[in-house]
């Protein structure tokens, strides 16, 4: 199951992005991928590590209370990744 997060500041860093997520979710993130780093379109790719479809929407919901340098994320969930994968098309 994946969680796509978006609406990261511009101004972070691709490591930044991912260690935040990983302290926010903690063991639910068991692998986060960053793209387009750099730029107003930056968003992640976090595979959660659960089971269960409804915990990825309960984790989403978690995810757009947080923000991230004063910017509020948003989050949604997929049960299959429905995000296309950047690393193929480069």
Same mark, same amino acid.
């Given at each position: 199951?994946?969680l ?7 101004s972070?860093?691709e ?10 979710l903690?063991?639910? =993130? &068991?692998?986060?991928? @960053?793209? +387009? /780093?750099?730029?107003?379109a *930056?968003? !992640?790719?976090?595979?959660?590590? =659960? &089971?269960?479809?409804? @915990?990825g +929407? /309960?984790?989403?919901?978690? *995810?757009? !209370?947080l ?24």
């Amino acid at each position: 199951m994946n969680l796509t997060v978006r609406n990261f500041p511009e101004s972070c860093t691709e490591q930044q992005v991912r260690d935040f997520l990983k302290k926010e979710l903690g063991h639910y =993130a &068991s692998e986060v991928e @960053v793209y +387009e /780093v750099g730029t107003p379109a *930056v968003y !992640a790719v976090v595979e959660l590590d =659960a &089971s269960v479809p409804y @915990v990825g +929407e /309960v984790i989403a919901r978690q *995810v757009h !209370a947080l923000h991230m340098n004063g910017v509020a994320l948003e989050a949604s969930s997929s049960l299959f990744g429905d995000e296309p994968d950047k690393r193929q098309q480069q």
